[in-house]
């Protein structure tokens, strides 16, 4: 797996949340269920916030909850690597769901494996909090605008 080279985050926490808000203000249409845990180069960390919606029958939280963690972490560290880069697009995202998630926080771990100057490749994993058992596997590309 490739390892960056140490280099500070281009965009803090907060910056990267103020610009989700301002960039995408359906994020938080239901309230504040994302939390941005941890950011540096090529890496983040995101929190589900459980909610009583997000489960399905057998008591599982939903794949699409999951998804869209999995691709908003992604995404969060795009930004903390490369900056405000509001057109960066998924273009593939590949799920293996390993165990039933519990009812209660999802925690989603990112690691760029690639960020060119045109794609990104990230590594996604998803534990339920309190758990370092994964619930689901990730691994998706991004497609970069040209940065000038």
Excluded: W
Excluded at 60 to 77: H, I, K, N, Q, W
């Amino acid at each position: 797996m490739t390892t960056f080279a140490a280099k500070p985050a281009v965009m803090t926490a907060q910056e990267i949340d103020a610009f989700l808000a301002r960039e995408f203000p359906q994020i938080h249409v239901h309230g504040p269920l994302y939390r941005i845990e941890q950011v540096s180069h090529a890496q983040a960390t995101m929190r589900l916030t459980y909610h009583d919606s997000q489960l399905r029958p057998g008591g599982t939280l939903s794949g699409p909850a999951m998804m869209t963690l999995a691709d908003l972490v992604f995404y969060v560290a795009i930004l903390a690597s490369i900056g405000p880069v509001a057109l960066a697009v998924t273009t593939n995202l590949n799920f293996n769901f390993l165990r039933k998630p519990a009812p209660r926080d999802l925690i989603a771990q990112c690691t760029l494996i690639k960020l060119g100057r045109r794609l990104a490749v990230g590594d996604i994993a998803i534990t339920s909090d309190g758990s370092p058992d994964l619930v689901a596997h990730v691994t998706g590309t991004y497609a970069l605008p040209d940065q000038k």
